[in-house]
């Protein structure tokens, strides 16, 4: 292969090359897809090092051939995510015109920190933030996003913004002797916590909120700490807010909250205004269904399905009070990691962490949109911004409605149907949301999780102990290929009432072309696979250092 080959001097060749190329790739990478339709590559549990002992630094170049050989062994074990068995995480499959527009856009190498890098790609950016503005109700000459590395990224630029509402001259001088407090609550996202670790704040400033038994924000117990704190000069830099909670979607109440922020402004005479944020990563794409005519109901939903996703759009619509939200598209957006997005009614909001004023998108010639002056990042990848765009023009409300749909409906299905089951007790039978809370019982036993939650510690911990061992018992079976589902096991969930987290079975499906008889196929090798592990009597152990979920970790 000539050494010019290894670059894009011409794109309509470089175009064709990689095309063959893909093809390559991808019949090295076939070898690891396996016959039986398992929801995760062929590879075993092995050490890292098994890919790396071998290796040293290249001297001479190869031949790309012979370097996807060797790359694609690395895709054992990765996740099928459109495999309806994939129910572990909120990681949908990405969209395949997103995925091409990523692709080819790397021809260009943009970087986003500023359109002379980019041309007019950054467009992207733009018309992803006035799409969203008019999805939220805000001024689309006012309002904006930034694209950023991640959902706790989202959070952060709103805690930062928070900062410098309360302390104007904080990116020069610091802050000094201010003692600065942010409000979440016990169902918000840990990164809420950790984000004011990296900004310097420590976690304890982040003050965990308690909840009701619908699982929102506490009014009351908000508006009693505000003000205590406020009695005693302490800087309110922001209250972030749940817009869908990775487990149950649970929403704030969003105006309630602002209204009671508001108020407090004028009580306390205060010189700033303390930032809203809205934590709705997840929960924004619903904000999609206030294009949906739900007299008409062209997907022919039930009347239950119509009443839970009319009032999760009812409730995320009042985003439009908050000053700020996040939206991950690599979640409910169905596109390719990373494409996260914080989005500001006021861009000012966020172009003042670089001390700028938003001249308005109106005005904005080429050469003048330079985010690296106002940003974290003086590196921004188009993966984000392009991938978003692209998804938005491809699938447009519709298509964004019926994927949503679909995996909701799916979710839905999940759990009437192991309702019905014996010895399976679904614990968040209620939920509007996607994900199943559920625990097994052992055979002959009469009480409900309910029960064990509220009675003896020891009969409790023995329940979970029961349940986290049938996890690895799918785990294992997984592994010898014989069931086809992939579930996890949320260890520290922890139900309203109880003292200390419990645990709990999970099922998380994503995709959104399965259809219901695949789901009901995994499901009845669950079912089946119980009868199964009862009459084992095996005790198993995890032998990797597993981390703890990402929902509950503190």
Known sequence: MKFNDYFAGD?????????????????????????????????EIGLYNDFMKDKQLPFDSKDPKEVYKDFSKLFQRSV????????INITPPANIPSIVASFYTALYNPNFAQDESSGY???????????????ADWDVKKSRGIFTFGGKGTNLYAVKMGIKKAIPDVIDNGLRDNKIVVFSNEKGHPCHREVCDWLGLGKNACIRLSTNKDGQLNIDELEKQMKEHLDKNDKVACIILNGGTTNEIIIDPIKEVVDLRDRLVKEYNLSYVPHVHVDSVIGWAWLLFKYYDFEKNEFGMNDRELDKICSMQRKISEIKYADSFGADFHKTGFCPYISSIIMTKDFNDIMGLGNKIDKGVENMKFGE???FEYTLELTRSSIG???????????????????????????????????????????????????????????NLEKKYADFVSGDEKDLSDLIDYNHNFYLYCLKKLEEKKIHFKITFSKSYKP?????????????????????????????????LKKEYDGAHIKLTEDREVPIDYVYRD
Request: with cysteine.
């Open 80 to 87: 099928l995510w459109e495999n309806p068995g994939t129910m």
């Open 385 to 443: 911004p392009v991938s978003a765009y692209v998804a938005f023009e491809a699938l447009g409300v519709k298509g964004f409605q019926k994927a949503l749909y679909n995996v909701f409906s799916n979710s839905k299905y999940i759990r009437s149907y192991l309702d019905g089951i014996s010895e399976f007790e679904v614990i968040n039978l209620d939920t509007e949301g996607i994900a199943t809370l559920f625990i097994i019982c052992p055979p």
């Open 496 to 528: 309203y009432g109880a003292k200390n987290p419990t645990g709990a079975l999970k099922i998380y499906p994503t995709s959104p072309i399965a259809s219901k008889a695949d789901v009901k196929d995994c499901l009845d090798e669950m079912i089946a």
């Open 121 to 135: 790609l950054m467009t992207t950016e733009l018309l992803v933030s006035k799409y969203l503005a008019e999805m």
């Open 11 to 43: 794109k309509a060749k470089a175009t064709k090359q990689i095309s063959e190329e893909l093809f390559d790739l991808d019949n090295n990478v076939e070898k690891f897809i396996n016959s039986e339709k398992m929801p995760i590559l062929d590879g």
């Open 369 to 371: 949109y330079s985010p």
